[in-house]
């Protein structure tokens, strides 16, 4: 069983900046790939970015690439994404997962654990 909290949303400016955080409990963190997906007002789950175990291969949505960055930290059990240049089609709340098992995944389906969300909002 894994579980996981995000943190570290809030309100930026356009051009901003943010990193959100996820927490993991239990000592399966350093066995998941992690991945964090977000979720605008009437609109599908969408896939942002992954990481596997070990943290040397990422994965991101063409959307994000170039100016979100996620990455791990086994020994402190959590997972960050670093969000730069941030505009108002950022907005979103944003979702971490665990994928249990080898290989990162880009898809909702492929992750057996979520955490609860944090809200992203970037005014213009």
């Known amino acids: 069983q894994v579980q996981l909290v995000e943190s570290g949303g809030g309100l930026v400016q356009t051009g901003g900046s943010l990193r959100v955080s996820c927490a993991a409990s239990?000592?399966?963190?350093?066995?998941?790939?992690m991945g964090w997906f977000r979720q605008a007002p009437g609109k599908d789950r969408e896939f942002v970015a992954a990481i596997s175990r070990s943290g040397i291969r990422t994965a991101y949505a063409d959307s994000v690439k170039g100016r979100f960055t996620i990455s791990r930290d086994n020994a402190k059990n959590t997972a960050y994404l670093q969000m730069n240049s941030l505009t108002p089609e950022d907005t979103a709340v944003y979702y971490c997962a665990a994928k249990l098992g080898s290989g990162t995944a880009a898809y909702i389906s492929g992750y057996d654990y979520w955490g609860q969300g944090t809200q992203v909002t970037v005014s213009s």
């Open positions: 239990g000592r399966t963190f350093s066995s998941a790939a």
